[in-house]
């Protein structure tokens, strides 16, 4: 299962099913939204000189060093850009976000590369969906990285101990109820995720 948020990573997510030699389901979630977003592109060498990446670093190039880092924020699809439109609108430097393409088999072993990267940072899923979908379920109870849920702030993992904690954030399940009945109430979800996400001290 995999959730692709450029025309690239896309591309080589197909060429990948048909050159396996073996036959395994694939199944795509990316929201149609994207092919019309304009910041949803991809230089044209990345289509010939990469292959299918499970998971996407951040392309913040003046970011702060390493060590300096105060926040991880993994994601995937759609929310990637929101987010990144409200950090490059509040000029936040020591945020990254990183893009999880391959949801199931999940990258444990590119997270626990991240978290070992930015060894002083805060782990963050950032989904819109409620926490019984995606992700989160997911992450309770991982290897790599322990999880600790907002639902459950006092529930930890019996994992691992020495990685960061991942928190998820999403929204209310109120808000969710009305999405299909008015799109601009979605997309003042997506902003108010986008928000909470780059807020000091959420959760």
């Known amino acids: 299962m995999c959730l692709p948020s450029t025309p690239a990573n896309y591309f080589h997510l197909l060429r990948r099913q048909i050159r396996r030699d073996f036959r395994k389901p694939l199944i795509v979630i990316s929201p149609k939204s994207l092919l019309r977003l304009p910041a949803c592109q991809s230089d044209l060498s990345l289509f010939y000189e990469k292959d299918f990446q499970r998971l996407l670093p951040d392309e913040l190039t003046d970011a702060v060093p390493d060590d300096k880092v105060k926040r991880i924020i993994m994601c995937s699809g759609r929310v990637y850009y929101d987010i990144f439109n409200e950090r490059k609108k509040r000029d936040v430097k020591d945020v990254v976000i990183v893009r999880v393409e391959q ?56 994992g691992c101990k ?40 959420v959760l």
Not at 163 to 183: F, K, T, Y
């Open 103 to 158: 949801i199931c088999p999940f990258p444990y072993d590119m997270v626990g590369d991240v978290a070992k990267k930015y060894k002083n940072a805060e782990v963050y899923w950032v989904q819109e969906e409620p926490f019984n979908q995606v992700c989160c379920s997911v992450l309770q109870c991982v290897a790599v990285c322990c999880g600790v849920l907002q639902s459950t702030p006092s529930k930890k993992c019996t």
């Open 162 to 201: 020495k990685s960061p904690p991942i928190r998820c954030v999403v929204v209310c399940c109120s808000v969710l109820r009305c999405v299909a009945a008015c799109c601009r109430v979605h997309q003042r979800r997506s902003v108010l995720v986008a928000r909470r996400a780059l807020q000091s001290g």
